[in-house]
């Protein structure tokens, strides 16, 4: 859908990630454990988009030669997430 | 940085609200400064066809090279050989389902030079764009880099953090230890198949 010049892609990134703060309060007050993992794969699809568009909005911004160190510097991002999950 | 306030939802907010008085776009206060982007001798039109044009660069690009024009009225008009100019002048173009049909497209280019696929018009950067991400300041740069970077961490901190509290799901819901961890696996099959429908 951000394929679409209309949306672009900012204008996901913002709207799915405010569907996805208000799915994961879905998870903090589930009921039963059904309604649980369906709000968490709900919320894996809802903060999806700015894993899979990220690189490419940051290959926008630099010119060919920066890119590398950008992607280089987004990668660690993604890598830490996972990584400092259990610490928080 | 100015620029990044408008940009925001924030800014779309408040510039929808006051019509384009805070934080106004500069077409909204001088309004002859979309004339750069016109050729001359078409019909002008106002500010709804450049977003409708400018909205399709990314299916079709439509060329109206004209190139004994082109060369001969170098002074006189805007139309600049391949740099960013948005012929206003075809009322064809305000129907998409036309855009395919590189033939019809253009009611002033002629027939042959259709047939030999002349009659595209490439839609450019103008040089030394502001609003071009490749001219921003690093400042900037650096900021929206950051934003994305910190947004995709807290995404996948999402699906880590739910590991610390496994212990209390199985407590609170009397499921197995599988059952729970189901929480995680269909977080990431989430975030697997998100982007088929949204990015594609």
């Keep these: 859908m951000s394929e679409i010049p209309f949306f672009g892609r900012t204008t996901i990134y913002i709207l799915t990630l405010v569907v996805f703060v208000f799915f994961q309060f879905g ?10 993992l369906a709000f968490r794969f709900l919320t894996g699809l809802f903060g999806s988009p700015v894993l899979a568009t990220g690189g490419a909005t940051i290959a926008d911004v630099y010119a060919p ?24 | 940085m100015r620029d990044l306030v408008r940009d925001s939802t924030l800014g779309h907010i408040l510039h929808a609200i006051s019509g384009g008085k805070i934080l106004g776009w500069e077409e909204d206060h001088d309004h002859n400064a979309l004339s750069r982007f016109v050729s001359t001798g078409d019909n002008a039109r106002s ?3 450049i977003e409708l044009v400018t909205s399709r660069t990314s299916e079709s690009r439509h060329s109206n090279e004209k190139p004994s024009e082109s060369d001969v009225d ?9 740099e960013s100019e948005v012929d206003l002048g075809n009322s064809d173009r305000k129907s998409s389902e036309r855009d395919p049909d590189p033939g019809t497209s253009n009611k002033k280019s002629s ?17 030394d764009d502001p609003a071009n991400p ?12 950051f934003e994305i970077c910190f947004l995709t961490t807290s995404v996948y901190i999402g699906s880590a953090i ?9 407590e609170q819901f009397h499921v197995s230890e599988t059952v729970a961890l189901l929480g995680l696996t269909l977080f990431v099959g989430g975030y697997a198949l998100g ?6």
Excluded: H
Aim: contains cysteine; charged residues 20%; glycine residues 12%.
């Design chain 1, 27 to 36: 998870v903090i007050y589930a009921k039963n454990i059904g309604m649980l």
């Design chain 1, 65 to 88: 030669r920066k890119q590398v160190y950008a992607m280089a510097i987004w990668g660690v991002a993604a890598v830490c997430g996972p990584a400092l999950g259990p610490l928080v």
């Design chain 2, 47 to 49: 500010m709804d066809t």
């Design chain 2, 74 to 82: 170098l002074g006189n008009s805007n139309r600049k050989s391949s």
């Design chain 2, 111 to 127: 027939e042959s030079e259709a047939e030999k696929g002349k009659d595209y018009e490439l839609i450019d950067w103008l040089p």
């Design chain 2, 134 to 145: 490749r001219n921003w300041s690093m400042g900037k740069k650096f900021f929206v880099t």
């Design chain 2, 162 to 170: 739910y590991t610390a509290g496994l212990g209390g799901v199985i």
């Design chain 2, 195 to 200: 982007p088929m429908v949204w990015v594609s």
